[in-house]
């Protein structure tokens, strides 16, 4: 009896940090806030709407997948940083000698800032490709390719943020 007891009060204390299907683990007892900095443009060759796809993708993630807040300043929580590339080149090639499918890359610097606990603070980069057939323009393709790619660069954000991962 006295060992169901034990379980149950530690199964109680250890309710405090909430662990979702998504894989975000936070203390929401010591972390409220987070603070979402626009991400600029930083590459030589840019697409108009993909700051803003991939900002409004990156606020959304944190809003529909934790029960932070979002804050303009003092965050306990803080990412900032930049797209620093964005650049297509040819990736296979026909018995021709002709361009058979482009690859499309994105990469994001970012800085991520824990004002509870320092030591899981980074700055890194998180990079993602995607192909299409050279027969199609790219202003045919784009905005489903940065889309696809700013996905899963918010997906590893949010993974390495606020996922422990």
């Not at 650049?87 to 482009?102: C, F, L």
């Not at 690859?103 to 030591?119: D, I, K, Q």
Request: glycine share 4%; proline share 1%; net charge neutral.
């Amino acid at each position: 009896m006295t060992v169901v007891v034990a379980i149950i009060a530690m199964v109680i204390t250890a309710c405090s940090v909430s662990y979702k299907f998504n894989g975000a683990s936070i203390d929401y007892n010591k972390t409220k806030t987070i603070q979402i900095a626009d991400f600029p443009i930083r590459s030589s060759y840019v697409w108009g709407p993909m700051a803003s796809i991939f900002n409004n993708q990156l606020k959304d993630q944190y809003a529909n997948h934790t029960r932070l807040i979002q804050v303009k300043r003092n965050g306990d929580l803080k990412v900032e940083g930049e797209i620093t590339q964005y650049s297509q080149r040819n990736k296979a090639v026909t018995a021709q000698g002709e361009s058979a499918q482009v690859e499309l890359s994105m990469t994001v610097n970012v800085r991520f800032t824990n004002n509870a606990n320092h030591s899981e603070d980074f700055e890194r980069q998180f990079t993602a490709t995607t192909t299409y057939d050279s027969r199609q323009s790219l202003n045919s393709v784009q905005e489903e390719c940065v889309t696809q790619m700013v996905k899963d660069i918010t997906d590893q954000i949010f993974n390495a943020t606020v996922a422990n991962w």
